[in-house]
């Protein structure tokens, strides 16, 4: 039977996916957005069905609905974007996950964070597994983010313990895919859209960092099947893609795809940008059964044509 979902950050690039998958799967779906990086263009085609819904809403202000499911997604998610306005950027994780929480507790929904793999700042331990506390900066131009979804986490956990409310938290790794913003500066909408236009390509240090690159279509349904996972698995969970990949490797593969006749420049690195990053996905494995299927190269096909289309 269809269940009434909410998602908060709905008109994003996650969340417009998980809006088209829930109602395939015969859900109600309520998408929540203040449009602050998401936009109507990534829900327009989901408009005219019967059992979508939008409201124009901030999240660090209280919501009444009634829900049996909330998806909390709300939150800028690129540097660019969270750096913009760090104060609103920490409002909106820790207010927004209060607000959501307190919804969830009055009308019994279950509840699911979407929290991200910056909790482990830049981590000593590779890869990196859940009970690892992380090592990240508190004063950092990055903490506004990386603080704020700590928070969200305490919160989740507080009100389980606190309120038996059933909470379940995924830390997603780097996710990309049709829909990323052309301009907030992650490095795969980067390097396609300077391929694409044939401009250098800017690679930040000397390139060696990694990076692990999950495909939308398989983040959505890790996320779903945590969503509906058993009721006493909270997680976290790490979600994402365990194939790691050099700066440099990764521009070589879109540089190929693209048939660009792109060059690398190389520019200095920013604080706190983390030299290491890919999960460690044994947990998911286990717990919902889930592994990527998408190969980067497909995904990246799917993304180039995406922004060609756009550019
Ligand atoms: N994409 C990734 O690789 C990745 C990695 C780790 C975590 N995440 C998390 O997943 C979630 C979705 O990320 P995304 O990549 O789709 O980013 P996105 O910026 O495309 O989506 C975030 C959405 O939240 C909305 N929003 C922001 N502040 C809001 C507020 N105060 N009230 C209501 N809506 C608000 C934005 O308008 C946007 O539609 C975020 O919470 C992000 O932290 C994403």
Same mark, same amino acid.
């Given at each position: 039977m269809g269940l009434r979902v909410l998602v908060t950050g709905g008109a994003g690039f996650l969340g417009s996916h998980l809006c088209e998958k829930l109602l395939q799967q015969g859900h109600d779906v309520l998408c929540v957005d203040n449009y602050f990086t998401g936009s109507k263009d990534n829900i327009l085609h989901l408009l005219?069905?019967?059992?979508f819904e939008v409201i124009r809403h901030d999240v660090t202000f209280p919501l009444y609905v009634e829900v049996d499911r909330i998806y909390n997604l709300a939150c800028p998610a690129s540097p660019i974007h969270y750096q913009f306005d760090p104060v609103q950027t920490t409002k909106t994780s820790v207010h927004g996950a209060i607000n959501m929480l307190g919804l969830a507790k009055r009308v019994k929904a279950r509840i699911l964070q979407a929290s991200t793999? @910056?909790?482990?700042? /830049?981590? @000593?331990?590779?890869?990196?597994? @859940? /009970?690892y506390w992380g090592r990240v900066?508190? $004063? &950092? $131009?990055r903490s506004c983010y990386d603080e704020g979804k700590r928070c969200a986490e305490t919160l989740f956990f507080d009100y389980w313990r606190q309120h038996q409310l059933e909470i379940k938290v995924v830390r997603i790794f780097n996710t990309y895919g049709p829909?990323?913003?052309?301009? /907030? &500066?992650r490095v795969v909408s980067n390097f396609i859209v300077q391929a694409l236009k044939g401009q250098d390509i800017t690679i930040y240090g000397d390139g060696m960092q990694t990076r692990s690159f999950c495909y939308v279509n398989d983040l959505i349904d890790a996320m779903m099947r945590m969503m509906e996972s058993?009721? /006493?698995?909270?997680g976290p969970v790490n979600i994402g893609n365990s194939g790691e990949y050099t700066m440099r490797q990764l521009a070589a593969v879109v540089i190929k795809l693209t048939g660009s006749k792109s060059q690398l420049i190389f520019k200095p690195i920013p604080q706190d940008d983390p030299k290491q990053r890919r999960p460690d996905i044994s947990l998911a494995k286990k717990e919902l059964n889930w592994s990527p299927t998408i190969p980067l190269e497909e995904g990246l096909n799917d993304t180039i044509q995406y922004f060609k289309d756009r550019i």
């Open positions: 005219d069905h019967p059992r793999s @910056e909790v482990y700042g /830049d981590p @000593e331990v590779h890869p990196q597994t @859940e /009970d900066n508190p $004063i &950092g $131009i829909r990323m913003h052309p301009n /907030d &500066g058993r009721v /006493d698995f909270t």
